[in-house]
């Protein structure tokens, strides 16, 4: 039998955490096993409301969660996660003749669906890509604080002065608009692009949407 060569965890790297949702034991052992063989951490739960009590906080994660579960369905638990946890990649698992029910899983914002019997390739690739998307999000989240912080430094003018220019107003239209003078403007925004070590007007842009983002 020719060996197969699945996606697995980096080496080194801290392990990434994998929650199953699937209230048949048999199948969910086999997930299981498969996952952290490849060097995944993982938990399992036998129906949602388990899931739920114990929460998400493990990160970088993903959630694979069968569409027919005892109690709260499939749907339903994504819904839940998509309304409080958004940010937790979702991978749904559907039986033969539910694609309806995947679409809307899809629709309503799942990573991707797998039909059973679930074959190891398509789940660890599913997982993989879920993972990467998740530490790409924390990347973000992180990399917009670290922006936030950089924008908190500045006086409160310069933080008008800010808003106004990312608005995309003229220094003129600055100066009208806070009762100062065009030169005065240009002395704020010279100072505020030092502080927030932007070179160009671009640099003030991405501040502003990261500003946004974490606000």
Do not use: W
């Amino acid at each position: 039998m020719s060996q197969q060569n699945y996606p697995t965890a980096q080496s080194g790297a801290p392990k990434s955490t994998v929650y199953i949702v699937e209230d048949d034991v048999d199948a969910c052992d086999m997930l299981a096993a498969l996952l952290k063989s490849s060097g995944f951490s993982v938990h399992c739960f036998n129906n949602a409301e388990d899931f739920l009590r114990q929460g998400a906080d493990a990160r970088p994660a993903c959630a694979v969660v069968d569409l027919h579960l005892p109690g709260m369905s499939g749907l339903e638990l994504h819904a839940k996660l998509h309304s409080d946890t958004p940010q937790l990649p979702v991978i749904v698992i559907t039986g033969h003749g539910d694609v309806a029910t995947a679409r809307a899983a899809l629709l309503a914002g799942a990573r991707d669906f797998l039909e059973k019997p679930v074959q190891p390739q398509e789940l660890l690739e599913a997982v993989g890509a879920a993972l990467a998307s998740d530490k790409e999000a924390i990347e973000r989240v992180r990399e917009n604080a670290q922006m936030a912080e950089l924008v908190a430094r500045l006086t409160p003018r310069e933080h008008e002065v800010f808003r106004r220019i990312t608005d995309g107003l003229h220094n003129r239209e600055i100066a009208v608009e806070l009762g100062i003078s065009p030169r005065t403007v240009e002395v704020h925004r010279a100072r505020l692009m030092e502080k927030l070590n932007a070179r160009r007007l671009a640099d003030l842009f991405r501040l502003r949407i990261a500003t946004d983002s974490a606000a």
